[in-house]
């Protein structure tokens, strides 16, 4: 537990990338039912990203008018994603778990084929994909708390997506350099993470142990990586990760 956290620590401070989406699978690969595994990831990376967030807010580099967008739409989500996750678990227990297993691996698919497509060189990747969409301040915020929205109720059933749906978006609305997209997408992550553990922790679907162990390994790895960021390329990294997620969610569908 302590050296995947570590791992996973060691990519968010990177990159923002990786909490929920890598140490959800390898949860769940290492024999953990997925319901719990979703909520151990979840309650691990609130405290990762909390941690990680702190670095960023001392040095200027989140951007608080997007998470208060952001913030807007992500709690009717999470909400959402909470009814969902209660129903099935106290009225049809028996398919929770099918139904989880099925979502993650989707989700893991879904991430990482937006991940490689981003790191596409510029000539043969969607010019949308870098270019700031026009939209007026109030038409931006609308957007952006939509988006927050569906992240929400994503995040809460399967612990995975934050920041590879937050990441585009910001880009796609937002002018901002490298650091402060990092660093708001790593504050926004801890928010959302606390909010979608509410539920599982209430089923029970905490592993507090699991969890600790995890964090004992990720708080020094993002603590450490914060301060790398810039330094390493972004494209060795994020292609481990886009890698390592379209092979764990096919591994996980075949199940």
């Not at 956290?5 to 959800?24: D, Q, R």
Request: glycine share 12%; hydrophobic share 55%.
């Amino acid at each position: 537990m302590v050296g995947i956290g570590l791992l996973v620590g060691l990519m968010i401070g990177l990159t923002g990338i990786g909490g929920g989406s890598l140490t959800t699978p390898m949860l769940i690969l290492s024999g953990m039912s997925p319901a719990t595994a979703v909520g151990t990831s979840l309650a691990f990376s609130f405290v990762t990203k909390l941690s990680g967030s702190i670095s960023f807010v001392r040095r200027k580099l989140v951007h608080f008018e997007i998470v208060r967008d952001l913030s807007i739409g992500c709690l009717p989500g999470t909400l959402a994603g909470a009814f969902v996750i209660r129903y099935l678990g106290l009225r049809r227990p028996e398919t929770l778990d099918a139904f989880m297993m099925r979502a993650i691996g989707v989700v893991l698919i879904v991430v990482g084929a937006v991940m490689l497509l981003r790191l596409l060189p510029m000539r043969m990747r969607p010019r949308v994909v870098d270019r700031t969409l026009p939209f007026a301040s109030w038409q931006r915020s609308l957007v952006i708390a939509a988006v927050g929205f569906g992240v929400g109720v994503i995040v809460t059933i399967t612990s995975i997506g934050s920041a590879a749906a937050l990441i585009p978006a910001m880009v796609l609305f937002y002018r901002l350099d490298s650091g402060t997209l990092v660093g708001t997408n790593v504050f926004m992550g801890a928010i959302m993470a606390f909010i979608a553990a509410i539920p599982h922790a209430g089923l029970g679907h905490v592993d507090w142990m699991g969890a600790f162990g995890l964090a004992c390994g990720s708080v020094p790895g993002v603590w450490v990586t914060s301060r790398w960021h810039g330094r390493i390329p972004r494209q060795i990294p994020e292609g481990i990760i886009a890698a390592a997620l379209l092979a764990m969610g096919l591994r996980i569908l075949a199940n």
